[in-house]
């Protein structure tokens, strides 16, 4: 079992930074991806950035050139350095671990609040 654990959120104004981070502690060996979710109020989760074992990346269009995506694999921490924030950022931010197409673990999200 992976046990994920998201910090890094909070208030912050327009144009600023926030650094996330995800600590995953367990059964790490077969986790082929790290990824960062988020959930405005209102609407459905969606996907904001991955980072495989390789070191590949994905972004979603609307944070491409802002949000960056890192793995720090010795310390089992895997980061999203969020900058130039934008009040449509506001969401609550996922860490999700991702073992296979049926198995993948979550943390308990971390609020991200980007005032005007």
């Known amino acids: 079992q992976v046990q994920l654990v998201e910090s890094g959120g909070g208030l912050v104004q327009a144009g600023g930074s926030l650094r996330l981070s995800c600590a995953a502690s367990g059964g790490m060996f077969g986790i082929n991806s790290m990824a960062w979710y988020r959930q405005a109020p209102g609407k459905q989760r969606e996907l904001v950035a991955t980072i495989t074992t390789a070191g590949s990346t994905y972004y979603a269009d609307s944070v491409k050139g802002r949000f960056t995506i890192s793995n720090d694999a010795a310390k089992n921490t895997v980061y999203l350095q969020m900058n130039s924030l934008k009040p449509e950022d506001t969401a609550v931010y996922y860490c999700?671990?991702?073992?296979?197409?049926?198995?993948?673990?979550w943390g308990q999200g971390t609020q991200v609040t980007v005032s005007s």
């Open positions: 999700r671990a991702v073992r296979s197409l049926y198995i993948s673990y």
